[in-house]
């Protein structure tokens, strides 16, 4: 089943799929799952997702719900509708030297 979910991952290059990977790898004790279109972490406690990631070719936007000023890495969220609501703020990964913050940050949105 694990194949068949990552074969429908939006149009993912070899380098987002490495970086998605290590990101798992990094946090294991959250539930990962991908759709079409999004991946998300969430708390195996909860059914709420702790984070939304849009995976594209040459970066993953983090869609997080903590406010943009809780850390200076954060931007607002571009989203103006009831996503812009829950996902206030968006962290970029462009390369591995992004995945320590986000990992740090996808935790702080746990707490």
């Not at 719900?65 to 200076?72: E, F, I, N, Q, R």
């Amino acid at each position: 089943m694990a194949n068949t979910v990552r074969r429908t991952l939006i149009q993912a290059s070899l380098e987002t799929r490495s970086l998605l990977q290590e990101l798992q790898d990094r946090l294991p004790h959250l539930e990962y799952r991908e759709t079409k279109y999004w991946a998300t972490f969430r708390s195996k406690t909860s059914c709420r997702a702790v984070v939304q990631l849009n995976p594209q070719k040459q970066r993953i936007r983090l869609f997080l719900s903590l406010d943009p000023s809780d850390d200076p890495q954060l931007q607002p969220s571009p989203s103006t509708d009831t996503w812009g609501d829950r996902f206030r703020s968006v962290f970029y990964i462009t390369g591995e030297n992004d995945l320590p913050t986000a990992a740090r940050l996808i935790i702080k949105s746990i707490e």
